[in-house]
């Protein structure tokens, strides 16, 4: 299915806060900024969390976490902050949001977050595309599904300073994104990906996820959304039909999908090292925890099918975003 007509919601109200202070039936929400290294293997990634426990919101948190991918030198530097909710704000409409004394407005974002690292951030960001809707508009306002996702503004070009465990850090021209995900628990187990600019085709977008729900005591099969924003077009394999019609599987850090809808199909596959993923917890607005393991280092190739049109292949060696959760 592709569609270029423009969402019936600017991009002020796909970037503002769900989160409502004091709301009992639990909630997690996050902003997050990723660039890759125009030419090295290097990215960052840094997140401004909501997390809100079932039944307890006055225990609500606020989560400032960052990392440093450095692909040359095999090193990856991580770092998280929790404050008190009643130290924290957050716009319900367009992108102002203050967790301590870090901030998020758009176009530009400072703060730090410390651990077992120490990471500090100062930095601005310009340009980017419309918003990559990913799941069926209508689905953002019904109760189902409980996670919700999108790309504000893909292709964003960011500038400014990291300064990670002392180590200023130039962030000149890396290309990456501004990403919105919200909802009352996480989904079960998924593989996430997502392409800001391939080798070759610097315009292109791709987002993808292939993700299962635990129905006790069963499992959901995989439901797998493919967009793909290329040449002037998005492609979206995301209704509902198409979500258990696409196939999708990963093993240990190596994930395949594939989809075909209307005379479209795209089919690709992205996968890592084991040394350029991070492990993280996060927690789970229900109880309980999750894992997720995160790279910004993956590799990606994925083709493009359309009735009557030459085949479409596009790659990278180490600019896709790769997510696994546990």
């Given at each position: 299915?592709?569609?270029?007509?423009s969402?019936?919601?600017?991009?002020?109200?796909?970037?503002?806060?769900?989160?409502?202070?004091?709301?009992?039936?639990?909630?997690?929400?996050?902003?997050?900024?990723?660039?890759?290294?125009?030419?090295?293997?290097?990215?960052?990634?840094?997140?401004?969390?909501?997390?809100?426990?079932?039944?307890?919101?006055?225990?609500?948190?606020?989560?400032?976490?960052?990392?440093?991918?450095?692909?040359?030198?095999?090193?990856?530097?991580?770092?998280?902050?929790?404050?008190?909710?009643?130290?924290?704000?957050?716009a319900?409409?367009?992108?102002?949001?203050?967790?301590?004394?870090?901030?998020?407005?758009?176009?530009?974002?400072?703060?730090?977050?410390?651990?077992?690292?120490?990471?500090?951030?100062?930095?601005?960001?310009?340009?980017?595309?419309?918003?990559?809707?990913?799941?069926?508009?209508?689905s953002?306002?019904?109760?189902?599904?409980?996670?919700?996702?999108?790309?504000?503004?893909?292709?964003?070009?960011?500038?400014?300073?990291?300064?990670?465990d002392?180590?200023?850090?130039?962030?000149?021209?890396?290309?990456g994104?501004?990403?919105?995900?919200?909802?009352?628990?996480?989904?079960?187990?998924?593989?996430?990906?997502?392409?800001?600019?391939?080798?070759?085709?610097?315009?292109?977008?791709?987002?993808?996820?292939?993700?299962?729900?635990?129905?006790?005591?069963?499992?959901?099969p995989?439901?797998?959304?493919?967009?793909?924003?290329?040449?002037?077009?998005?492609?979206?394999?995301?209704?509902?039909?198409?979500?258990?019609?696409?196939?999708?599987?990963?093993?240990?850090?190596?994930?395949?999908?594939?989809?075909?809808?209307?005379?479209?199909?795209?089919?690709?596959?992205?996968?890592?090292?084991?040394?350029?993923?991070?492990?993280?917890?996060?927690?789970n607005?229900?109880?309980?925890?999750?894992?997720c393991?995160?790279?910004?280092?993956?590799?990606?190739?994925?083709?493009?099918?359309?009735?009557?049109?030459?085949?479409?292949?596009?790659?990278?060696?180490?600019?896709?975003?790769?997510?696994?959760?546990?």
């Amino acid at each position: 299915m592709a569609t270029t007509e423009s969402t019936p919601h600017d991009l002020s109200y796909w970037q503002g806060a769900r989160y409502r202070p004091g709301e009992s039936r639990g909630h997690y929400e996050s902003w997050f900024l990723r660039a890759n290294h125009p030419t090295r293997k290097a990215a960052f990634w840094i997140r401004y969390t909501i997390f809100a426990p079932q039944g307890r919101p006055q225990d609500a948190i606020g989560e400032l976490w960052a990392i440093h991918f450095d692909g040359e030198r095999r090193l990856i530097r991580a770092a998280k902050s929790e404050i008190p909710i009643g130290d924290c704000a957050f716009a319900p409409r367009g992108l102002d949001i203050r967790i301590g004394s870090a901030r998020l407005q758009t176009g530009e974002f400072r703060g730090s977050a410390s651990g077992e690292h120490a990471i500090r951030w100062t930095l601005t960001y310009r340009d980017g595309g419309t918003p990559m809707i990913f799941l069926p508009e209508r689905s953002y306002e019904t109760r189902l599904p409980a996670a919700k996702s999108l790309c504000t503004r893909p292709q964003t070009v960011f500038d400014g300073e990291l300064e990670v465990d002392g180590e200023s850090i130039a962030i000149d021209g890396w290309t990456g994104s501004e990403n919105h995900n919200w909802g009352r628990r996480h989904t079960d187990s998924y593989a996430w990906g997502q392409v800001v600019g391939f080798d070759g085709a610097p315009e292109a977008f791709l987002e993808c996820a292939t993700a299962r729900l635990k129905l006790r005591p069963l499992w959901s099969p995989p439901m797998t959304i493919v967009c793909l924003r290329f040449a002037g077009h998005d492609y979206r394999l995301n209704s509902a039909l198409q979500l258990f019609r696409a196939k999708g599987a990963w093993s240990d850090c190596d994930w395949r999908f594939d989809s075909a809808q209307a005379g479209v199909r795209i089919h690709g596959r992205i996968h890592a090292a084991p040394e350029d993923f991070v492990s993280l917890t996060y927690y789970n607005p229900p109880g309980g925890t999750h894992t997720c393991l995160n790279s910004k280092l993956a590799a990606c190739e994925v083709t493009l099918e359309r009735a009557g049109e030459p085949l479409v292949t596009l790659a990278t060696r180490h600019r896709a975003a790769f997510e696994i959760l546990t």
